[in-house]
């Protein structure tokens, strides 16, 4: 009768697995930026002309910019930074994926465009390619379209203005009027030549998360199998637990790092900081593993299986490519991203092992979770002979 049930069932069953898990594909589709952090710095001195009032183009564009952002959620934030120095500290601690820089002379070159003897302005472009490689490009095509508009609208202002003066251009003018302004883009923070480089934070998450909750099963087996008779033996089994899973944190560290930069070919700047802050989210997340199969036993694995699924495609987005409803609900507590955003650091904006706010945060969820597994020692002796009987 049973098995029956089970066979009726099964459509709905295999129904529910097609949802869950096509759960996790959505956020990878078609995502679209929201309130995307870019900072725009204009220096822009501006130009005096004879008998006009005193132009300043970099204010016009900044003004121009940040009118087209309406709406609750528009694609971009525009951040007003005042200096460039300013703008590099901010790019370096993962505040703005892109800025855009107009020059002290802005104005000034503009103005010669209407000269026979024309400079073309020039504007600055950064990218901030290791704070995150989607985000990060779809910042600078936002920049490029903002020049690209900039130069056709430039452009037909010229052309009219000469039109209506009647003018003769000299070539260099007409050789000016095909990109009126130019731009120099440069990548900072950069993820190197290839661009799996950019991805390997979140690559490495899989294997290092696979090996920290097969070890945590293997080990949590290997210790209910043991027989206890009081509490200051079930205590020293779960010192025996975790002091286990700290030897086998280590060779996940060392060993994924190992293979990551000598047989991957992933860049890693620092072997011995990059195989310790990975010892150290390996630990971190056996512990997390086991402190729930030491409350709830093996019926807790599937949550740490779809933490896997739905965790993976989330952690290559940034927060502001996401639906607020995957952002909200189930980026903002996933403990893996405080894996990814320490690895970024440690890769590309050259910081070493620190206690940042990554290791930090994994850290005390370690602790957190030692103090669950001690504490499961005092679970009333009958719960626990029952664990080891089955």
């Known amino acids: 009768m049973f098995k029956n049930k089970l066979v009726l069932a099964s459509p709905l069953i295999a129904l529910a697995i097609v949802f869950i898990f096509s759960l996790t594909l959505f956020p990878s589709v078609q995502p679209q930026p929201k309130n995307l952090p870019i900072a725009v710095v204009n220096e822009d001195e501006g130009v005096q002309l004879p008998d006009q009032p005193k132009m300043n183009m970099g204010e016009t564009i900044v003004e121009k910019m940040q009118g087209k952002s309406g709406g609750n959620l528009p694609p971009v934030k525009w951040v007003n930074v005042k200096s460039k120095e300013a703008v590099q500290n901010g790019l370096d601690r993962q505040k703005y994926y892109a800025a855009l820089v107009i020059p002290q002379d802005f104005s000034a070159k503009q103005a010669s465009l209407r000269t026979p003897d024309p400079d073309s302005p020039e504007v600055e472009i950064y990218i901030n390619q290791g704070m995150n490689t989607m985000a990060a490009t779809a910042a600078g095509q936002i920049l490029n379209g903002v020049v690209d508009n900039l130069n056709s609208t430039v452009r037909e202002q010229l052309l009219d203005g000469f039109e209506k003066q009647s003018a003769t251009l000299t070539p260099q003018q007409v050789s000016k009027l095909v990109t009126p302004i130019t731009k120099s883009v440069t990548n900072v923070n950069e993820i190197g030549t290839h661009s799996a480089n950019g991805n390997a934070p979140v690559s490495l998450f899989q294997p290092l998360w696979m090996a920290s909750m097969a070890s945590a099963a293997v ?17 020293a089994t779960k010192f025996m637990q975790m002091l286990i899973g700290a030897v086998v944190a280590l060779v996940i560290g060392f060993g994924l790092t190992w293979i990551a930069d000598g047989l991957i070919g992933f860049h890693i700047p620092d072997l011995s900081d990059t195989a310790l802050f990975l ?83 994994l850290v005390w969820i370690g602790l957190g979770s030692m103090i669950v597994i001690l504490a499961t020692s005092f679970k009333p002796h009958a719960a626990v002979e029952k664990t080891v009987e089955a």
């Open 279 to 361: 010892s150290i989210t390996s630990f971190s997340f056996f512990l997390m593993i086991s402190a729930i199969l030491s409350l709830i036993g093996l019926r807790g694995m599937p949550l740490f299986v779809l933490m896997l699924f739905f965790g993976a495609p989330l952690l290559a987005m940034a927060p502001e490519m996401m639906s607020s409803f995957y952002r909200d609900w189930f980026y903002s507590w996933l403990p893996m991203k405080f894996m990814v955003e320490g690895l970024r650091e440690l890769f590309f904006f050259g910081k070493g092992l620190t206690w940042s706010s990554s290791v930090s945060t």
């Open 219 to 235: 080990i949590y087996l290997a210790v209910s199998k043991r027989t206890v008779t009081s509490r200051k033996e079930k205590l």
